[in-house]
């Protein structure tokens, strides 16, 4: 089965700075992977998906982006954080055409101030 | 379109009860459906799918869920709640866009199972 390693765990960061949220898969190839943000410990909102390198589709517009750099590696960024940025933010793999379920990352609680 | 519905936020239920926790969805053609439960900061853990098949699908912790076409839903169930099944839990049913699997999260539904 897949494994999805996200980092860091917790992030404290003040209104403006820029982010970055890695997330790496092992255990599958050309994975079709996702980010999710989680607030107030409910509902999932998917922010990007990626089908293949350097293929993303946003879902929301928003002052974050994403990248993929490589086959397994999907990075969330900002350029400046705003306090609504703050939240649980969740990698996922698959949920594809061979791998219908999703398999999900520990997760990244991020705290704007 | 397709869309999913949790129409429970909480669900309290005392240990050794039967549980079940309500999803119904919307979706064009044949649905693909999920469960996941999240623990308390963490990520979700996939408990069980229905892709095809009989309708009664088994999957982990002794959960089970029942789809029903006809009336479009796809619930739950465990015989004998344990306090460690209080989660987050989550139904998801599948979609295709633009070549990519994209999945539809229902708002979730706390599970409380008091001792």
């Known amino acids: 089965s897949q494994t999805i390693h996200q980092w860091p765990a917790t992030l404290v960061q003040p209104v403006g700075s820029p982010l970055s949220l890695e997330c790496t898969v092992e255990?599958?190839?050309?994975?079709?992977l996702y980010w999710y943000r989680q607030a107030a410990g409910r509902g999932l909102q998917l922010l990007f998906y990626?089908?293949?390198?350097?293929?993303i589709s946003s879902e929301v517009p928003q002052n974050l982006s994403a990248s993929r750099p490589q086959d397994r590696q999907f990075i969330l960024s900002s350029k400046k954080l705003l306090l609504s940025d703050s939240g649980f933010y969740l990698c996922?793999?698959?949920?594809?055409?061979?791998?219908?379920?999703?398999?999900f990352g520990p997760g990244t609680r991020l705290t704007v101030l | 379109a397709q869309s999913v519905a949790q129409p429970e936020d909480q669900v309290n239920v005392a240990e050794g009860n039967p549980l079940t926790v309500k999803c119904t969805y919307s979706?064009?053609?044949?649905?693909?459906l999920f469960w996941y439960v999240q623990y308390p900061n963490r990520g979700l853990q996939f408990l069980l799918k229905?892709?095809?098949?009989?309708?009664l699908v088994k999957g982990s912790y002794g959960f089970e869920a029942e789809f029903n076409k006809s009336q479009t839903s796809f619930h739950l169930k465990k015989p004998s709640a344990l306090v460690s099944d209080s989660a987050l839990y989550f139904c998801?049913?599948?979609?295709?866009?633009?070549?990519?699997?994209?999945?539809?999260f229902g708002r979730g539904t706390s599970l409380i199972v008091h001792p």
């Open positions: 998801a049913v599948r979609t295709i866009s633009g070549g990519s699997y994209i999945p539809t």
């Open positions: 229905y892709i095809t098949g009989d309708n």
């Open positions: 979706v064009s053609g044949n649905p693909y």
């Open positions: 990626s089908v293949g390198i350097g293929q």
């Open positions: 255990g599958t190839s050309n994975p079709n």
């Open positions: 996922a793999s698959g949920g594809g055409p061979s791998t219908d379920t999703q398999y």
